[in-house]
């Protein structure tokens, strides 16, 4: 079975600390989302790829967040420096776009757990 | 713009049906639909296009209506299995095409 697959699944860091959570989407998806969860927001969208060419990261503090895609199996994204209210779960999702240029079905990894202390 | 849904929870009984509405302050060109048990990733159910399209899912159907900027998903009959977070998804246009932003989310439990 084709699958997202996320690393680490659980992150425990301190302030102050660099993480990085990597994403490998599905063999020949071409778009890439990364979202986070939070009981109180939901499903944010963080960042938006499409084949590998970051269409939209307006959901994501640029001071301290980035998001790549270095090649087509892999996605990156980082927090330097982590604060506690970073801590969530970070999905990243893979899709391929439909007729139209709309985005198709999105296949989500298991997610990231991260807490930040 | 995040699109909005309601209720934000529902609570039912197994065979009672449920409505879950999804709007938007913008024009819509699709609708797209997941669901998410507690623990686990989202995962697709359907997605719907212009014109007043209806799909189904097991006994889960919905509906898209773009004139309203709404869709509704319908749950017949419903089952414990149905329990979980059920998130409507639209897509944005312009330089971000296929953006894919979601609702805040209904939570629905199914008891025996």
């Known amino acids: 079975d084709a699958r997202v697959t996320q690393t680490p699944r659980h992150k425990v860091t301190e302030m102050g600390q660099e993480v990085t959570m990597r994403c490998q989407p599905i063999?020949?998806?071409?778009?890439v989302f990364w979202y986070r969860q939070t009981m109180m927001q939901g499903l944010e969208l963080l960042a938006y790829f499409r084949n590998r060419a970051p269409l939209d990261d307006s959901g994501m503090p640029k001071d301290r967040f980035s998001a790549e895609m270095p090649d087509a199996t892999l996605a990156t994204l980082k927090i330097q420096p982590s604060e506690p209210r970073d801590s969530a779960v970070y999905f990243c999702?893979?899709?391929?776009?439909?007729?139209?240029?709309?985005?198709?079905?999105?296949?989500f990894g298991e997610g990231s757990r991260l807490t930040v202390l | 713009q995040q699109p909005v849904q309601s209720p934000q929870a529902v609570i039912l009984r197994e065979g009672e049906d449920a409505v879950i509405n999804c709007s938007s302050s913008k024009a819509l060109y699709s609708v797209h639909w997941y669901r998410q048990k507690h623990g686990e990733a989202p995962v697709f159910l359907m997605i719907?296009?212009?014109?007043?399209e209806q799909k189904g899912h097991e006994k889960i159907s919905a509906s898209f209506n773009e004139k309203k900027q709404q869709s509704s998903l319908y749950l017949t009959a419903s089952q414990l299995s149905y329990s979980g977070t059920y998130f409507c998804?639209?897509?944005?246009?312009?330089?971000?095409?296929?953006?894919?932003?979601f609702g805040q989310g209904t939570i629905l439990t199914v008891h025996p």
């Open positions: 719907l296009l212009k014109g007043g």
């Open positions: 999702a893979s899709g391929v776009v439909r007729g139209g240029g709309d985005t198709g079905e999105l296949f």
């Open positions: 998804g639209t897509p944005t246009g312009g330089t971000s095409y296929g953006k894919l932003t």
């Open positions: 063999l020949g998806h071409n778009t």
